[in-house]
């Protein structure tokens, strides 16, 4: 009946409007910032592995003379953590893009779709119904 259909499309209207308009820019910009964070620990990591070419460079130099070996250890060692760390820190990254951001982009995207679909359906059988 008319009245079932006016209530659907006033409905989808309502929810499908405050989602693309409120929601769905919510989480597109969610997505935007955790791509800006993904790019800013690259950036780390990037300037990390210098850091870490440093330490080892530092670490070959003390070992070469007796006085200083056992700071050579020592940098070799810390050296050592920090590489572990930054294989962590990779391995999180990209988990963070394909677990979280990739799949949270698929999703908006989907929703989107979805949602517009849904409106302009409701707007096609309620003009429809109403002719």
Avoid: W
């Avoid at 209207?13 to 935007?32: D, H, K, W």
């Avoid at 953590?81 to 990779?90: A, D, G, N, P």
């Avoid at 979805?114 to 059988?125: C, D, F, G, P, R």
Wanted: aromatic share 8%; proline share 1%; glycine share 4%.
């Amino acid at each position: 009946s008319k009245s079932k259909i006016s209530i659907r499309k006033i409905t989808i209207s309502i929810y499908g409007r405050t989602i693309m308009e409120q929601f769905n820019p919510c989480l597109r910009n969610f997505v935007a910032m955790g791509k800006n964070y993904e790019k800013a620990l690259a950036s780390v990591t990037f300037a990390a592995k210098g850091y870490f070419d440093a330490l080892v460079r530092m670490g070959e130099l003390a070992s070469e003379s007796q006085g200083s070996k056992d700071l050579g250890d020592v940098l070799f060692q810390m050296a050592e953590v920090h590489r572990q760390i930054q294989v962590q820190l990779e391995e999180m990254l990209k988990c963070f893009h394909n677990e979280l951001l990739s799949e949270l982009e698929k999703k908006v995207e989907l929703d989107a779709r979805y949602l517009t679909v849904s409106l302009e359906t409701a707007a096609v059988v309620c003009s429809f119904v109403v002719a």
